[in-house]
């Protein structure tokens, strides 16, 4: 069973920069990738960024294109979004997220909600 662990989430001020980290455990090769979500409070969760394993493809949400960039050290099974140039509405939990033998990246929110791996969230926070 895949772990999920998100990390590197704080309070910054606008314009500032964060960069998180999903740590990953228990992969195997029926992983395809990991994706970004996030949450703020009254609001339904979204995807932010999306990295592929298969081809190294990365997706971005068009409110943080530009702003946010995933990668990923496949030697420390690590997946990173460093952020800048943040905003306060950017502020939200935090989740990365996957699941065996689906692309997190191309299959529906749905699917990865209900039949994905979660990671516990980081909280970030952007100060006007």
């Known amino acids: 069973q895949v772990q999920l662990v998100e990390s590197g989430g704080g309070l910054v001020q606008f314009g500032g920069s964060l960069r998180l980290s999903c740590a990953a455990s228990g992969f195997t090769l029926d992983y395809y990738g990991i994706g970004w979500f996030r949450q703020a409070p009254g609001k339904e969760r979204e995807g932010v960024s999306c990295i592929s394993f298969r081809d190294g493809t990365t997706y971005y949400a068009n409110s943080v294109k530009g702003r946010f960039t995933i990668s990923r050290d496949n030697a420390k099974n690590t997946v990173y979004l460093l952020m800048n140039s943040l905003k306060p509405e950017d502020t939200a939990v935090y989740y990365c997220?996957?699941?065996?033998?689906?692309?997190?990246?191309?299959?529906?929110?749905?699917?990865?909600?209900?039949?994905?791996?979660w990671g516990q969230g980081t909280q970030v926070t952007v100060s006007s």
């Open positions: 997220a996957t699941a065996a033998n689906k692309d997190p990246c191309t299959m529906p929110f749905s699917v990865i909600r209900d039949f994905g791996s």
